[in-house]
Structure formats: C-alpha cells, structure tokens
C-alpha cells in the first residue's frame, strides 16, 4: 500500500526538516561550525524521530491494527495513537504499571485514550517479559489480529527509515550528532551518512547496553554493521529520564542564546555533551558538527512527566 493510499502524504511533513546554524562562541572559539537539524519541526504531532520510525511501520501495517508498548508518559504511545487517529487505523497501547488503570489517565495517557487508542494496562513484570512468546500470544489473543511495533519503535524497520536523516545531511556536517534511547534513529543515520561522515550517539540512559543494541538493529536492518558511529555515555545526568539544576540552567542559557526551545531529557543532553566535547577539543578545527533536535518541550520519555513540568 502507497503512501497516497495510507494517507501519510496528506500529513504534509515538512521533509527534508531544516538544517539551521546556531551561532555559539563556545563552538566558534574553537573554529568549530554547530548546526541544528530541526527534526522536530516535521509534523506537529509526530515530531522528529517519531515520524522517521513509525512512518516505514505504517505502510507495513497497511491499515491494521498497531499494538505498541510504552511508559505513563510515553512520546512513543502519543504519536502512534496521533497516527491513529489521522489516518484512521486502531492502535492499541501496552502500558507499564497495572496500578495505574485504577487513577485517573494523566494528560499524556488521556491524549492517547482521546486519540482512539484502546490502552491496556500490564504489571511490571509482564512489562519486562513484553517481547516472550506467551506475553505476546496473550496480548494477540486478546485484542485479535494486530502489528506489533516495540517500544520506542526502534526495530529494523525504523533503521530504515532513519537512514533518509544521513542522507539528508551527506556532505553537510562532518559530525552528526543525536540523543539515544533505543538506538534506532542512530543505527539508521549512521547508516545513511556518507563515507567520510560520522554519527555521534548520545545515550540517555545509564548501562552501556546501546552499543550491543545498534549493532543488533543494524544487522537485522542492513545484514550487517554499518558507517561510522561512535557513543559518549558521560552526558546521561543520572540516568534515564533525570535532569540535575545544572542540566535545566544549560538548557535555559541555549535557549536565551538561540530562541530555540530545548526539550530537556534527550535534547538537552545532547547539546550539553556536544558543548562539553568542543571544549575539549574533539571536532577539528573548521570541522562542522550538527546535532539532531528530536524532540520538544513537553514531550518525555516513557515512563516519566513530561520534562518542562521539572
């Protein structure tokens, strides 16, 4: 099914997003270039890499029912059942935390439940077992026929469609840079950079698991390993979904700087690294180095608020 016939043209996502300079003396003292590849500016309710990931799985799905799993608070759940509604398929969302399907829906999950999506609430250990055979039968016996797209949405598909973000930064940056969370918009941008270009990962979360998993969707995406692409893990303030006064005091100085707003649980972390890495001296000299601004204020990670409530 085309995208004509799925609906995803009349979106008009704004694609390629713009590739924006942002003049900052902490890059510029070191003869180096930072632009912003505004990802977020690509459809108003499937932003950044939501768009990138979830578009290749919906024309896979082709009109039927999308099973997907995520947080209280899930980016992931919101724009799925965003998708949903604009394009007229039944979504229905695994939640972690059975408790909570006894309070009323916080914001995040009431946007979902008014977008359509039927949302089923699991306990926390059948959250973590969610991708075992018998959870998934169970899930599938339940709700009937559907596609299930894993958390975050980062499977082999998204890679894909990931790749279109290298491409549109061939020749433009020597460094591309994005904050990581499950590693599919970075297995994909690595893979569609150029030869002499390299993707720089920023992970979220605390572990050092990331690098196994980017492999691991490169492979099932590209048959094997692909591009050039590095991880920092300094840059995670604690780990997923955790800010510190010193994070949110960054984020607030870019902001005032560049009247852009930072969203502060992957974007600013990502800028934050980025600054810290010019200052020691990582990119070259008349290098350019661009980061990747996946999201915006009021949108989260799963499972935690939404980051401009602090």
Known sequence: MDDETLGLSRLRPVLPSPLQPAEDERFARHRVTLLLKRDD?????????????????????????VLTFGGAYSNHLRATAAAGRLLGFPTVGVVRGDELAR?????????????????????????????????????????????????GGSNALAAQGCTELGRELRGRSGTVAVACGTGGTLAGLAAGLGPRQ?????????????????????????????????????????????????????????????GLPVERLYVA??????????GEGAFAPGSTVTAVVTGRPGTAGDGQPPSDSR
């Open 41 to 65: 500016l690509i459809h108003p309710d499937l932003p950044g890499n939501k768009w990138r990931k979830l578009a290749p799985n919906l024309r896979a799905a082709a009109g039927r029912t």
């Open 269 to 278: 972390k990502l800028l934050y690294g980025l600054t810290v890495l010019a």
């Open 198 to 258: 390299r993707a720089l990962g920023v992970p979220v979360l605390r572990g050092g698991f990331l690098g196994a998993a980017v492999r691991d969707l490169q492979r099932e995406a590209f048959g094997a390993p692909v591009g050039r692409w590095s991880l920092d893990d300094r840059f995670h303030f604690g780990g997923y979904a955790r800010t510190t006064p010193e994070l949110h005091a960054f984020a607030d100085d870019f902001e005032d700087r560049h």
């Open 103 to 151: 309070r009323p829906l916080n914001p995040s999950l009431a946007r979902c439940a008014a977008d359509g999506m039927r949302l089923h609430f699991v306990d926390r250990a059948t959250y973590r077992a969610k991708t075992s055979p018998s959870v998934l039968e169970g899930l599938l016996s339940l709700f009937g026929e559907c596609v299930v797209i894993p958390e």
